[in-house]
């Protein structure tokens, strides 16, 4: 089929059987691929009531139309699952080169079904599908599982694997790809985990079909163009998501000390230009994109290397921990992809433990003697630690911020900060107030992939005429447009890239033409929340 | 002329290779691509690219004489005269000469298409007279 891999695989591992299918042209027509197959499989097949970290529960593993091929943007890959973590619907966005490797072997969803007796990994080259053991692998981390993969089969095979967060079915573990790529929200690798499957290696020589090649090939060298001419991205592939710090900061929207502010005092020390300068080494993309966000960094400081941090990780493990040292910032983010837990997650519980511990709910007898007061470096890496071992005070965290903080009670459920079970992602939304809508109208919970992205949503500055279009239909528009996106497998940064292409303006947020409010605290809010 | 790049702004995104197996095949496949990139990660974390220097030692060695040079001095291989004999793919100092059976039946390598510069956003690569580095 054009523009398809052409086939589902269905991986059963109550039985140790793949087999293949065609993808149904129908529901390509419809659903589109990407996010768009994952709901399809998932509503279809997933029974209601079922138990997330059970047998009858499935991870749909899908990829684009515009995966592998010559266009901008078509680098994601979607995880979709009945989530863990909210009981609800979980898609998590994968970056990397996965999903093209995906349709170079021929495949547009994976679908994971049942739990093995025992830990595997699910290896497939070409037409050569397995599942094999993995008992050696179990308990390792997951730096170090890629490379073994990477060094036993060669750089080309894409390898996605979870860490010891998703062993232990922490409901918010994540599953890493590329040296620090992460489908990351919801719990996706609590469910890998839980269906006993450390890794997924991946590995295709197929060419993708395309129905008019010149036309194709015109439109994928136009659209190449149009990215490398607009003087909008030029910011954004320099600082990538952290071109957001400043502006957040500025305007009130950084989530600050358990998200009891808005703006943090020594925020500036976290903002793009300073990592740029400070730990960024080179830039490392998606299968495919012009304008490369992620940033890859090598911190002196702890002698490591980490892609990112990306702007949700310096907004909660930085300013929402109290952190104002982008270094520290960068190391609790590797400690997170190695163990594999979700770090705006992980972030965002440890803020609301901070301030448990700062109001006297916990006293260093319940944190097993770390000191939890915000700022604490040493206390956070050694929380991440014990949350994805389920170690101690770790194992109450753990359990997410909602179910934890039900648990403890006290008046600690009104600083949790999360929508139906979820953290909510680095925007403190009293100054984002497009953000607000979007996390209560989205599909799932509050997370930022989950939400229509827009000009509307950053308030960002180009031309008065196309920011009117967007205003005028709100939320609904950019919303239908983001879910056309997410169904592609497309980036959003590739939305917010045919946006920048559309202003002579370099892309840039503007905070002072645009949000009225300054910053503000929780005590000086009206609501008191 | 031939086909330089700075690995330091590489950020091993693969268009290129995209880019390069619809140029040489008409399809989509950077299997089929006459440039590689290898990911050095996770240290010391860059990305280290080969490139075709159009040194001409694979024309020199093919005994069937199917890889030619055309007006801009790229060497290219003509489909129709290769036999797969693979005399080409060791002399290649950059390991940038392919031969693989299962992919395809001739030989491939860089003709100096454009193409891949084209399409690449960091302006890693970039196509100049030989010995002319800078960009």
């Known amino acids: 089929m054009n523009g398809y891999g052409g086939r589902i695989l269905r991986v059963n591992l109550t039985n140790g059987t793949v087999t293949k299918e065609p993808t149904p042209p129908d529901v390509a027509r419809d659903f589109i691929g990407g996010r768009g197959f994952g709901i399809y499989f998932l509503l279809k097949e997933v029974p209601k009531?079922?138990?997330?970290?059970?047998?009858?529960?499935?991870?749909?593993?899908?990829?684009?139309?515009?995966?592998?091929?010559?266009?901008?943007?078509?680098?994601?890959?979607?995880?979709?699952?009945?989530?863990?973590?909210?009981?609800?619907?979980?898609?998590?966005?994968?970056?990397?080169?996965?999903?093209?490797?995906?349709?170079?072997?021929?495949?547009?969803?994976?679908?994971?079904?049942?739990?093995?007796?025992?830990?595997?990994?699910?290896?497939?080259?070409?037409?050569?599908?397995?599942?094999?053991?993995?008992?050696?692998?179990?308990?390792?981390?997951?730096?170090?599982?890629?490379?073994?993969?990477?060094?036993?089969?060669?750089?080309?095979?894409?390898?996605?694997?979870?860490?010891?967060?998703?062993?232990?079915?922490?409901?918010y573990a994540c599953i890493n790809h590329d040296y620090g790529r992460q489908a990351g929200r919801g719990g996706v690798g609590a469910v890998m985990g839980s269906k006993k499957v450390k890794a997924i290696v991946v590995h295709g020589t197929k060419s993708i079909p395309v129905a008019d090649m010149d036309a194709y090939r015109k439109a994928g060298m136009a659209l190449y163009k149009a990215c490398k001419d607009s003087e909008g991205l030029k910011d954004w592939t320099r600082y990538g998501t952290t071109i957001v710090v400043s502006w957040c900061d500025e305007v009130g929207a950084l989530p600050t000390r358990n998200f009891s502010a808005g703006s943090f005092e020594d925020g500036k020390n976290l903002y793009g230009p300073v990592m740029r300068e400070k730990i960024v080494i080179t830039d490392k993309g998606c299968f495919g994109c012009p304008s490369p966000c992620g940033k890859y960094s090598r911190n002196k400081k702890y002698n490591s290397y980490v892609e990112g941090p990306e702007y949700e990780t310096i907004g909660l493990m930085g300013s929402n921990l109290g952190i104002d040292d982008i270094e520290a910032v960068a190391q609790a983010n590797?400690?997170?992809?190695?163990?594999?837990?979700?770090?705006?997650?992980?972030?965002?519980?440890?803020?609301?433990?901070?301030?448990?511990?700062?109001?006297?709910?916990?006293?260093?007898?319940?944190?097993?003697?770390?000191?939890?007061?915000?700022g604490n470096v040493e206390a956070t890496f050694t929380l991440i630690d014990k949350i994805a071992h389920r170690e101690g005070f770790g194992a109450l965290l753990a359990e997410g911020v909602k179910r934890a903080s039900k648990k403890v009670g006290k008046g600690s459920e009104k600083f949790a900060i999360h929508v139906k079970g979820m953290e909510q992602s680095a925007y403190a939304t009293h100054n984002a107030t497009a953000m607000l809508l979007a996390y209560m109208t989205a599909t799932w919970a509050r997370t930022t992939t989950a939400r229509g992205q827009s000009p509307t949503t950053y308030r960002l500055a180009v031309r008065k005429s196309f920011l009117k279009k967007w205003r005028a239909s709100s939320g609904c528009r950019t919303s239908a447009r983001c879910s056309t996106c997410w169904a592609a497998a497309a980036c959003s940064g590739w939305n917010w890239a045919l946006t920048a292409t559309?202003?002579?303006?370099?892309?840039?947020?503007?905070?002072?033409?645009?949000?009225?409010g300054k910053t503000w605290t929780r005590s000086a809010s009206a609501s008191g929340t | 002329m031939r086909l330089y790049v700075d690995n330091s702004k590489c950020s091993g995104c693969n268009a290129c290779r995209v880019a390069c197996s619809l140029n040489l095949f008409g399809e989509n496949n950077p299997k089929k691509a006459a440039l590689v990139i290898e990911p050095q990660f996770p240290a010391p974390g860059v990305y280290n690219v080969k490139v075709c220097t159009q040194c001409g030692d694979c024309a020199a060695v093919c005994p069937t004489e199917a890889i030619k040079q055309d007006e801009q001095g790229a060497y290219y291989v003509d489909f129709a005269e290769c036999n797969l004999c693979e005399a080409c793919v060791p002399e290649c100092p950059e390991e940038v000469m392919f031969i693989r059976s299962k992919l395809a039946d001739t030989a491939w390598k860089c003709d100096l298409c454009g193409d891949c510069v084209a399409v690449c956003g960091t302006s890693a690569l970039w196509i100049a007279e030989k010995e002319a580095v800078a960009a």
């Open chain 1, 49 to 171: 009531g079922a138990d997330p970290l059970g047998p009858e529960n499935k991870l749909i593993i899908s990829s684009g139309p515009i995966s592998g091929l010559m266009i901008p943007g078509g680098g994601k890959c979607d995880w979709t699952t009945k989530a863990p973590l909210t009981g609800g619907y979980a898609s998590a966005s994968m970056g990397g080169h996965f999903t093209a490797e995906m349709r170079y072997a021929g495949l547009d969803s994976i679908v994971l079904e049942g739990i093995s007796p025992k830990p595997v990994y699910l290896f497939i080259d070409d037409d050569k599908i397995e599942l094999r053991d993995a008992s050696d692998l179990w308990g390792k981390a997951t730096f170090a599982v890629e490379r073994q993969f990477k060094e036993k089969l060669g750089e080309e095979f894409q390898v996605a694997v979870i860490g010891v967060g998703g062993e232990n079915l922490v409901p």
């Open chain 1, 334 to 374: 590797l400690l997170c992809d190695d163990l594999g837990i979700d770090t705006i997650s992980a972030g965002n519980v440890i803020g609301w433990a901070m301030e448990c511990y700062e109001k006297g709910i916990f006293t260093k007898k319940d944190t097993g003697g770390l000191d939890l007061k915000f």
């Open chain 1, 502 to 516: 559309c202003t002579s303006r370099r892309w840039r947020p503007s905070p002072a033409s645009t949000v009225p």
